[in-house]
């Protein structure tokens, strides 16, 4: 096999010429931790204070 034949063997080069390394599990990135509804009110409230607007409440879907 000459050079130019082994650059042309492998669809993307990755060094594994043929996928001679077993697949990897790929890996989840952390997810940032979620906020409480006490703590999603409370920055709200925060920003509609900073902003000047009236607290804005939002209706329940019943």
């Not at 390394?21 to 709200?44: D, G, I, V």
């Amino acid at each position: 096999m000459t050079p130019l034949e082994r650059l042309t063997a492998e669809g993307i080069p990755d060094g594994t010429f043929g996928a001679s390394r077993p697949a990897q599990p790929r890996r989840k990135a952390p997810q940032p931790p979620r906020w409480t509804a006490a703590e999603q009110a409370a920055h709200y409230a925060a920003l509609a204070e900073a902003l000047g607007v009236p607290h804005l409440r939002i209706a329940s879907a019943a």
